[in-house]
Each structure stands twice: as structure tokens, then as C-alpha cells.
């Protein structure tokens, strides 16, 4: 087995998938069977990747990189608490809501926030609408 770093060329997303071998890869890529799992592109590719390298238990630093993520967690908390109280939550209906607000010059009390594609973002950014992507930690998520 092997794992490659792939990356959708369209939406800029970087994962990781498994592989018999490399010629496994090849034949999946040339049969058009690798698609992007956000926008569902074909247009994926190989990155450079590291090599496994296995280190002692020892040597690792858990408690780091644990503390780290505790910290960027708790940075994105707070922004997400901050857009629930001062932004409305249009769902599903961000890229209709945004439009309406750009295009019949809506006033609006507060800004929006919600859910959009990666085909819905670049369609808004092409019609000349500011909209940004943030991460999104789920309440229930420890």
C-alpha cells in the first residue's frame, strides 16, 4: 500500500488516499476514478510528499501539538461565537442571501453567514460579492 498527498487543482483542497501501488494510482487517475471529495473535480494531482519515517515513542511530542490544537480550537470558538451573535444564519441559502443583499441593495441589520459550495463561493466572487471561508468546528465535537 502506499498513501499519496493529492490536491484538487480547482478549490485548492489538499487530502491524503491510499494506493495498492503506483501503477494502481495511474490506472484510477487515467480512467477519470479521482475526483476532489469537496467539488468532486477531476482535476486532482500528486503533491511532494515526506517519506514515512518511524520514531520512538519517545521522541514525540503528543503534548505539543495537543496544546496547539486546544489553542486553535479555542481561537475558533471564539470567532464562531462572536459571528453567532453579531451575523444572521441564512443555511443553506448563503449564496441566494448574498446575492439579494448585493444586487437589490438590501439593508441589512446584520451580515449573514451560512453554508455555500466551493462552485457557489467562486460564482460570488466572479459576480464581484466579498465572501470568505472559515473553519467550522461542530458544538458537539471534543
Known amino acids: 500500500m502506499i498513501r499519496y ?15 495498492s501501488s503506483s501503477k494502481e494510482y495511474e490506472k484510477l487517475k487515467s480512467k477519470k476514478f479521482l ?3 469537496i ?26 501539538q495537543s496544546k496547539k490544537y486546544k489553542e486553535i480550537k479555542k481561537t475558533i470558538s471564539r470567532y464562531q461565537d462572536f459571528i453567532k451573535k453579531n ?14 443583499v448585493h444586487y437589490q441593495n438590501k439593508k441589512v441589520s446584520k451580515g449573514i453567514y451560512g453554508t455555500a459550495t466551493k462552485e457557489d463561493l467562486k460564482e460570488l466572487k466572479e459576480e464581484g460579492i466579498a465572501a470568505e471561508i472559515i473553519p467550522w468546528i461542530k458544538d458537539d465535537i471534543n
Open 87 to 100: 451575523f444572521e444564519y441564512v443555511g443553506n441559502n448563503f449564496a441566494y442571501e448574498a446575492r439579494s
Open 35 to 37: 475526483k476532489c471529495h
Open 5 to 19: 498527498s493529492l490536491v484538487c487543482k480547482d478549490c485548492d483542497i489538499n487530502f491524503e488516499s491510499w494506493f
Open 39 to 64: 467539488c468532486n473535480s477531476l482535476n486532482v494531482k500528486k503533491t511532494i510528499m515526506s517519506p514515512s519515517v518511524f520514531m520512538s515513542k519517545k521522541n514525540t511530542n503528543i503534548d505539543g
